[in-house]
């Protein structure tokens, strides 16, 4: 098989280079060492049922927990929270034990999944942080589901507004709604650019620019990506795929990964992961009709769903859509080993898929794999696979 | 393919064993009657169950902690789907069809086993076709995630019902409307009516079950206690299927009355109690006859299980029975413990019932498919580790019984009961008589011969495939070593894993006691003894008097092991020697996974024939490292403490030793002779005559 590198046709983005330093220097980049400087207060969230607006206009700098950027021998992880636990939430208590968060003033989850709950419980018994606050996440999307994830938000802000000595007002809840929206629009532009048949920017240079946006202020990030939206439009950058592809499952935040995968010829052009289109697709909406807590907790509940709610159908749906939507050739399922949720929808996923006739291979992971040895090959017999499928 | 069985053939089974189990009982003059009644309950659970289809019964599959009352109170027959899997595990012992066929639908071999086998056994028709598929997530991920699947392969409706993560007003609020929703479509589906009634009735009985339930307990303080030793299994499994039901109580009763006047008569359920235990999670269900034998032989019981026999001693308001199911919920032990936050009050209440019960020692069932349970291990051992009270974790599966051998589970408890008997050891002023000790391992056997304090001669060959004549071999070489000739008529105790049934030794003793006891003799100040052999690697915690306070080891896969090192010197085709002091050369470090011996052996392959391959003592200490992080991890667990010794045939691979001290950040000792320490302190038991059967 011939495999196009595409790393060959492409001009190196100026713009982006100051995304990989955040993401090269997080957890103790440049600017939450600043900002703890100047007094202010960093937190950190897990998983994309933490509305960070609230954080953003209580002041706070908000930055998302990950694990370590390599896979890494997991010692202290396996040792505090048992090897069957997903390596995702062992990388982070790791780094969380050694230090490497010792800057945030607050740490706020969701009762997403088991290893997330646990996670949060191990952090608070054995590393401990002067706020901390979990929020109750249903698993449906119903009307009353609302009701109770309002009521649980809005406790979230009062606990924060007591720690803090602070009143978080509606004005301050509705600019941040806006910072955050204008993030939102502009990733979506960014998305919208990957629909063309040469998308100007890579799957793995799209992570980067993700993971850097959840690491650094998002007027900054905001500010940061514009500047780069301007450069692809300058640059007439057109990048060539022999396969468009889809990667989906547990969280990611390794580029590597997708860049293993578009060195064998094949672009990745969109994705269902919570690091990045779960992030940021839906925008708060606010009509009017609602207060703007009220506006951020729906957003937040009915926002493209996570493996963890009911009914998974609707998260099939989207991925379904998507596929649609970008022209997929494949899909490329990751799924970090212990992740139970996405492993039991894995056989439902694969019968939707099949039904509409679009390949996909599905792989166990480790978080923040880089995906060479095995993994290179089974991507590889995938692909050709496609190949075969399409002639 | 995996063939089809008759529908409903697994219940059909289960009747089967358990009419037979209870017939047996009722011929044994000295079965207990509650046992008698809880194989009468299951009967009568699963034949109502295996007629429904026939009878024209409502039937409803449901997950663990689904609130079954309402089923009850609408006439619908429930069928809890993890308990049938559980008990088909330790009633029909193979799971293998169900496992596989679990396997063939796509579903992960990390998820929880017993799910696993329940959609495999739904594929396969081994259950019967339920009319509604329920299920909610208490108690994890696996609960919630489940009934898609399960639904869609019976193409039958399902409801799915949301329990909310803590326990604020507004929760159960929610909780109950969910409930309200759950009796809407049970209704419209079954076209049954909710009786509220005999919901209110069930929530009267529920109160009975919690009063009964906190007597037990308290029977269960007296000592000797009186209950035997994985009875709680049975205590769940009754409010599993009969939630306040007749039945329950009626069980609860019997199991009173009998435990009381145990206590009156001051009898215990073990001929000698030696060991009062707490339990924390589930043991392999399939091993249950063997542990309930293995705990009477050694005088072992099981007094407190916080995870599960420890409800909130609240009452329910039988006048707002939907409200109480929902309440219900948040009194049952399994809902403080695994799901909901995990306080410093759950775990302070823990440590309490450790006093309350007096338990001398805490077994963790670290069942590999249940996650969350797992990540509270060092939670648990932390917290009752400050009150003295140690704690053994034995990884198992709950269900598949290719996971764990009786034998290794027998040694796991054994060394544990040895820790906890703490025999007296003066290892320096033994009885002057000659001894031996032999340790066979997987590679080597070994044997000291000893008098009193004295080594007089050590041998170490290689193992032969005859344990009895390999051991015999080495003990003459020892005695020759020693100068001794003739051949005495020795004390000889074994250990190793090829060390029990060696027909001329006095006794045997686990690996852990031995190694405490050889470190011992040979550094007083030990305290950690890290035992790297070819198969296997042990942790052994040594306290100031010699005894064994905690051990953990490692022989579930090659990774970490002498074996490993081996394999991997191999595909550099060098020898372990030279691959050893290379690697005190290198300058960097390959990258090599130290979690799995094949994909390692793969990463070292793709090392070699790298262009430029990379530099061959960096691939020797990466092998160094992956082993190295391996054992750190091991160590960890335990908590490691100065002075570190490292024995084992390992211990004298300088360029290992040597990373391993970075790995761990400490200097460790190495003793003369690392391979023989086992041997040593098997002859000291020996000289002692604390070697027993």
């Known amino acids: 098989m011939a495999t196009t590198n595409i790393a060959q046709d492409k001009v190196e983005l100026q713009a982006l280079e100051r995304f990989r330093e955040i993401n090269r220097a997080f957890p103790k980049t440049e600017e939450v060492l600043k900002y703890k400087s100047r007094g202010n207060k960093v937190f950190g969230w897990l998983c994309t049922y933490v509305p960070e607006e609230v954080l953003h206009a209580a002041g706070i700098l908000p930055v998302r927990i990950t694990g370590y950027n390599q896979e890494t021998e997991l010692n202290d992880g396996n040792a505090y929270m048992y090897i069957n636990n997903c390596s995702f939430t062992r990388s982070c208590l790791q780094m969380g034990l050694k230090g490497e968060y010792s800057y945030l003033d607050g740490i706020v989850g969701g009762s997403t999944c088991d290893g997330v709950r646990r996670l949060f419980d191990l952090w608070r018994h054995y590393i401990g942080t002067p706020f901390d606050h979990v929020i109750t996440v249903p698993r449906k999307m119903t009307e009353r589901a609302q009701e109770l994830y309002y009521q649980q938000v809005l406790e979230f802000k009062q606990h924060l507004e007591q720690h803090l000595g602070v009143r978080i007002s509606d004005e301050q809840l509705l600019h941040s709604i806006e910072v955050f929206n204008e993030s939102r629009r502009l990733l979506a532009r960014l998305y919208e650019m990957r629909k063309l048949d040469n998308p100007p920017v890579s799957g793995a240079e799209t992570l980067e620019i993700l993971d850097s946006s959840f690491r650094m202020s998002k007027e900054r990030f905001n500010e940061e990506l514009r500047r780069l939206l301007d450069e692809l439009d300058a640059s007439g950058r057109k990048l060539k795929g022999k396969w468009r592809l889809m990667v989906a499952g547990s969280v990611m935040n390794n580029p590597e990964f997708i860049k293993s995968i578009e060195e064998l010829g094949a672009l990745v052009v969109t994705d269902e992961l919570c690091t990045s289109t779960r992030y940021w697709s839906d925008p708060v909406v606010l009509d009017g009709s609602r207060t703007p807590l009220e506006a951020i907790s729906r957003r937040y509940l009915s926002n493209f769903p996570c493996a963890r709610m009911f009914p998974s159908e609707e998260r099939f749906n989207r991925i379904l859509g998507l596929a649609r939507d970008f022209r997929v050739d494949g899909v490329i399922s990751q799924i970090i080993r212990y992740c139970v949720p996405y492993a039991h929808d894995l056989p439902l996923l694969s019968e939707r898929l099949k039904a509409r006739d679009i390949p996909l291979l599905s792989l166990d992971v480790e978080y923040a794999t880089s995906g060479s040895g095995q993994i290179r090959t089974r991507v590889q017999a995938f692909l050709e696979m496609i190949e075969a499928k399409k002639s | ?693």
């Open chain 2, 1 to 693: 393919m995996i063939s089809t069985e008759r529908q409903g053939s697994r219940v059909e089974s289960l009747v089967k064993a358990c009419r037979l189990i209870g017939r047996m009982s009722r011929l044994n003059p000295l079965a207990r009657q509650s046992d008698i009644k809880y194989y009468q309950l299951l009967e009568k659970y699963y034949s109502r169950v295996l007629r429904a289809r026939e009878e024209g019964g409502f039937l409803a599959s449901h997950t663990v902690f689904f609130p079954t009352e309402v089923l009850y109170a609408m006439d619908i027959i429930p069928m809890h789907t993890e308990l049938t899997t559980w008990l088909a595990a330790e009633f029909l012992g193979a799971q293998s069809e169900v496992l596989a066929a679990g396997a063939e639908l796509g579903l992960a071999p990390e998820i929880c086993s017993p799910h696993r086998g329940l959609a495999g056994a739904f594929k396969i028709n081994a259950l019967p076709r339920p009319d509604v598929v329920l299920w909610s997530n208490l108690i994890c991920d696996n609960t919630a995630k489940s009934g898609e699947l399960i639904a869609e392969i019976n193409r039958r409706p399902g409801f799915f019902l949301d329990h909310p993560f803590q326990d604020s007003k507004l929760e159960i609020k929610y909780f109950v409307s969910e409930l309200q929703e759950l009796v809407r479509f049970l209704e419209e589906r079954s076209g049954h009516k909710m009786n509220w009634d005999k919901l209110s009735e069930s929530i009267v009985r529920t109160n009975r079950e919690i009063e009964l339930l906190h007597e037990i307990c308290e029977l269960r303080k007296a000592i000797p206690s009186p209950f035997h030793a994985l009875g709680f299994l049975e205590l769940l499994s009754v409010d599993y299927l009969f939630p306040g039901q007749p039945e329950a109580v009626e069980y609860l009763e019997a199991v009173h009355k009998e435990l009381s006047d145990m206590v009156k008569q001051g009898k215990g359920a073990v001929k000698e109690e030696k060991h009062r235990l707490m339990t924390l999670f589930v043991p392999p269900m399939h091993m249950i006859g063997f542990l309930e034998r293995l705990y009477q032989e050694h005088g072992a019981v099981s007094t407190v299980e916080p995870l599960f026999t420890y409800w909130n001693n609240d009452r329910l308001d039988p006048s707002r029975p939907l409200e109480s199911v929902a309440r219900k919920a948040d009194l049952i032990p399994e809902r403080r413990t695994m799901y909901g936050p995990l306080t410093d009050k759950v775990l302070k209440e823990t440590a309490d019932h450790a006093k309350q019960y007096k338990v001398d020692g805490a077994v963790y069932w670290a069942f590999m498919g249940c996650r969350h349970t797992c990540a509270t291990i060092k939670l648990f051992k932390d917290t009752l580790a400050e009150i003295n009270v140690p704690m053994v974790t034995i990884d198992c599966d709950l269900v598949d019984p290719t996971i764990n051998s009786e034998e290794e589970i027998r040694e796991a408890l054994e060394r544990f009961f040895e820790q906890l008997s703490k025999p007296h050891v003066k290892a320096t002023a033994g009885t002057h008589v000659l001894v031996a000790g032999v340790d066979i391992g997987s590679v080597t056997t070994k044997a000291v011969i000893i008098n009193g304090d004295r080594v007089l001669g050590t041998s170490i060959i290689a193992s032969a495939d005859d344990a009895e004549a390999g051991a015999k071999a080495a003990i003459k070489e020892a005695l020759e070593r020693a100068g001794i000739r003739s051949n005495p008529d020795l004390c000889v105790v074994s250990t190793g894993v090829g060390g029990k049934g060696l027909s001329f030794s006095k006794g045997h003793k686990t690996a852990a006691t031995c190694l405490a006891m050889g470190a011992h003799y040979l550094y007083h100040s030990v305290r950690t003894v890290i035992d790297i052999g070819g198969e296997s690697c042990t942790v052994v915690k040594v306290d100031e008097g010699g005894h064994l306070t905690d051990s953990i080891n490692h022989d579930k896969c090659a990774a970490g092991t002498g074996l490993f090192l081996q394999q991997m010197a191999r595909l550099m085709a060098m020898t372990l020697p030279e691959v050893s002091s290379l690697s005190l050369q290198a300058q960097g470090r390959a990258d090599i996974s130290g979690t799995c011996a094949v994909f390692a052996e793969s990463e070292v392959i793709s090392h070699v024939h790298r262009d430029p391959p990379t530099p061959k003592a960096d691939i020797a200490a990466g092998i160094h490292y992956a082993v190295a992080g391996r054992l750190a991890s091991l160590c960890k667990r335990v908590g490691i403490e100065k002075d570190v010794l490292v024995v084992g045939g390992v211990a004298l691979n300088a360029g290992l030793v040597a990373i391993l001290e970075e790995e761990l950040s400490i200097k460790v000792l190495v003793p003369e002779s690392p391979q023989t320490v086992a041997a040593l302190g098997a002859a000291l038991a020996a000289s002692e005559g604390t070697g027993s059967d």
